[in-house]
């Protein structure tokens, strides 16, 4: 790490028994189930909704269509269940430094699936989280657990940017957060400008990389943002 600027954790009185409430939103218990009677309703409304859009569901491949819909859109919104796991966390391996600064901690390409709030069609690509840890890290598990909460809910890529760098933040305490999200959506692919070959990028820096051009340029170089086209 090439900084020389005083650095401050962004959360400074963290312990493993004291989640922000930021990372406490993100590690909460499971959503409300779904009974029986509510299910079969859903899976109903849906069966109205595929015939009007043309699919024959009286047929072998397709009786069980309305059912297997559900059951996929209700796996692939898990996120809203949070995850436990992620309140682990361990004291850092200080190497000197009156707040225990360490060279920033980058992992990635961490692969995400996502569903647009707007249209609810897909979007999915790779995510790079960078940060500079204080008195605590996560294990590097965590990294992608954080990400896989965060994305599998609708939702827009801007704001799950955000979501994803605040909710480190928090669990860390770290001195500073850096996340990078590259995505193809097909709500742009699929239907209006049919656009097949765009990819959408976007960035979230907290802490010390606000400040400090040289780390977030570091970050980049170590993600490889920027090169080939990304």
């Known amino acids: 790490m090439t900084s020389t600027a005083t650095i401050r954790p962004l959360v400074t009185e963290h312990r493993h028994d004291d989640i922000t409430d930021v990372g406490r939103a993100h590690v909460a218990g499971p959503r409300h189930a779904i009974d029986e009677e509510n299910r ?20 072998p491949g397709t009786r069980d269509t309305p059912r297997r819909l559900f059951a996929a859109l209700v796996d692939a919104t898990q996120g809203y269940e949070g995850d436990p796991k992620l309140i682990t966390s361990f004291p850092t391996e200080c190497h000197g430094g009156a707040n225990c600064e360490l060279s ?39 990294l992608t657990r954080l990400v896989h909460v965060l994305t599998r809910r609708f939702g827009v890529q801007e704001r799950m940017t955000h979501q994803i760098a ?14 990078f999200l590259e995505a193809e959506h097909l709500c742009t692919q699929m ?11 976007t960035t979230a820096y907290l802490g010390v990389y606000e400040r400090d051009p040289s780390l977030r340029a570091e970050f980049r170089e170590i993600a490889g943002i920027g090169r080939g086209g990304r």
């Open 40 to 59: 079969q309703r859903y899976e109903r409304n849906l069966a109205e909704i595929l015939t009007a859009l043309g699919l024959d569901l009286d047929t």
């Open 166 to 179: 605040d909710s480190l933040a928090s669990l860390t305490g770290a001195h500073g957060v850096a996340v």
């Open 191 to 201: 239907r209006g400008v049919r656009e097949l070959e765009s990819r959408t990028r």
């Open 104 to 142: 920033q901690i980058v992992e990635g390409p961490i692969p995400f699936h996502a569903l647009c709030e707007h249209h609810a069609l897909p979007f999915f690509g790779r995510a790079w989280l960078g940060y500079v840890a204080h008195e605590e890290i996560l294990g590097i598990s965590k």
